[in-house]
Every structure is written in C-alpha cells, then in structure tokens.
C-alpha cells in the first residue's frame, strides 16, 4: 500500500468519525431539547395549576364574602322588621293604657269594678286580715262598696267577713295629669296585701292590662301581622 491509499484510508477515517460524531451531537441536542421541551411544559402546567388554585381560592373568598355580607343584610332586616312590629304592638298598647284612663270617669261603671276586684283580690289572698292600698282619689268609693265587697266574699268563700284595712298613708300613684306628666301613675283599681306583706295581690287597670297583653301577644302578633314562619 503505497503512501496515496494510506492517505486515502486516513481521510475516509476521519469523515466517518466526523459524520459519527455530528451524528451523536444532533442525538444529543435533539434530546436536550425533547427534555427542555418536558421540563418547560411541565414548569408551565405547574405554573397553570398554582395560577388556577389561587383562583378557586380567591373565588371561595368571594363567595363566603358574599353570603356573610347576605347574612348580615338579611339579619338587619329581619331586626328592622321585627322592631317596627315592635312599635307598632307598643303604640296599641300605649293607645289601651290610655284608653284605661277613662275608666274611672264614670263613677257608676267604676264603683262597681272597684267591688269586683276587692272581691277577686279576697278570694286569691284567702287571708282573715288585709291591708289594701287604693288610688287617693279612690279612696271615698273603695270606703263605699268595702263593707259589700267583704260580705260577697264571705259568701263566696263561705267564711266570715275579713278585716280589710285601707291603707291611708301610702296610696296608689295618681292619674297623670299635666303637673305629672312623666312620673308614675296608675290608671285605677287596687292592690291588696296580707298584714305580713308576703303575699301581695296587684288587681290594678295597668297591672291587668300589662297581664292580658302578656298573655295575649302571640294572637295580636298574628292578628297585625300574620302567621310567621319560625
């Protein structure tokens, strides 16, 4: 073998190794790439996934914003409602307390009404001895009917007639009036104690209205307003 077919074999040597290796570098940087590409679209669906996870986070927040701000709206609501009913169920009854007042002007009608409620408050004490207490401007009509009073519930209870003392020194507050406007006051009737004080029986107009009020509010509530739903 001559020098040219060394050089020859020399030559076709190097461009198969320089074809080899061109070959294997474009084998590496295509899968340098193909992994580039991997990573950078996983780095991307990570990315994805925080940005929609925060959303949905947001987004609850919202939402739980909402109902609390509905809730709080609804409640304040509800509050004015029901203290506008409020209102109104205490004007009927300023309006009845009022209307209490006129009781005690036909002093007929009124004396009569004293008895009873003597009477009543008798039977409820059932005590040999009582004091009662009257309004001051009462007092002359509560002397009149107390012997009858007595004797009814003699009758009634079948037991002799009480002792019922009328308290002099300390009466019932007043009607109102312009010199009284905003003090106490009491719209009529009579309060009754046993002489040891333990056992008190309050059968006063404002007493028996506040009683029957009471006891009668859920049917004017629905009478006003309707049946609530709970």
């Given at each position: 073998?001559?020098?040219?077919?060394?050089?020859?074999?020399?030559?076709?040597?190097?461009?198969?190794?320089?074809?080899?290796?061109?070959?294997?570098?474009?084998?590496?940087?295509?899968?340098?790439?193909?992994?580039?590409?991997?990573?950078?679209?996983?780095?991307?669906e990570?990315?994805?996934?925080?940005?929609?996870?925060?959303?949905?986070?947001?987004?609850?927040?919202?939402?739980?914003?909402?109902?609390?701000e509905?809730?709080?709206?609804?409640?304040?609501?509800?509050?004015?409602?029901?203290?506008?009913?409020?209102?109104?169920?205490?004007?009927?009854?300023?309006?009845?307390?009022?209307?209490?007042?006129?009781?005690?002007?036909?002093?007929?009608?009124?004396?009569?009404?004293?008895?009873?409620?003597?009477?009543?408050?008798?039977?409820?004490l059932k005590?040999?001895?009582?004091l009662l207490?009257?309004?001051?401007?009462?007092?002359?009509?509560?002397?009149?009917?107390?012997?009858?009073?007595?004797?009814?519930?003699?009758?009634?209870?079948?037991?002799?007639?009480?002792?019922?003392?009328?308290?002099?020194?300390?009466y019932?507050p007043?009607?109102?009036s312009?010199?009284?406007?905003?003090?106490?006051?009491?719209?009529?009737?009579?309060?009754?104690?046993?002489?040891?004080?333990?056992?008190?029986?309050?059968?006063?107009?404002?007493?028996?209205?506040?009683?029957?009020?009471?006891?009668?509010?859920?049917?004017?509530?629905?009478?006003?307003?309707?049946?609530v739903?709970?």
């Open positions: 073998m001559n020098n040219a077919d060394v050089s020859k074999q020399i030559q076709q040597m190097v461009r198969f190794i320089r074809q080899e290796a061109e070959e294997k570098a474009n084998e590496i940087s295509v899968s340098a790439e193909e992994e580039f590409n991997i990573e950078k679209l996983q780095l991307v990570a990315e994805k996934k925080k940005i929609r996870q925060e959303y949905e986070r947001k987004e609850k927040q919202v939402e739980v914003r909402k109902k609390i509905y809730s709080m709206q609804l409640n304040a609501s509800r509050i004015k409602v029901l203290q506008a009913q409020d209102d109104v169920v205490n004007s009927m009854k300023e309006a009845a307390a009022k209307d209490l007042l006129n009781v005690s002007r036909d002093h007929r009608v009124y004396k009569k009404l004293l008895k009873d409620l003597i009477v009543q408050s008798l039977l409820r005590e040999p001895s009582v207490r009257c309004r001051k401007d009462d007092a002359h009509l509560v002397e009149s009917v107390l012997d009858s009073a007595k004797e009814e519930y003699a009758q009634k209870a079948n037991v002799h007639p009480p002792d019922v003392i009328v308290d002099h020194h300390v019932l007043p009607p109102p312009h010199h009284n406007a905003h003090g106490s006051f009491c719209a009529g009737g009579v309060v009754l104690a046993s002489r040891d004080g333990k056992i008190v029986c309050e059968n006063t107009l404002d007493a028996r209205l506040e009683v029957v009020f009471r006891k009668k509010l859920p049917e004017i509530r629905k009478w006003l307003f309707g049946q739903a709970a």
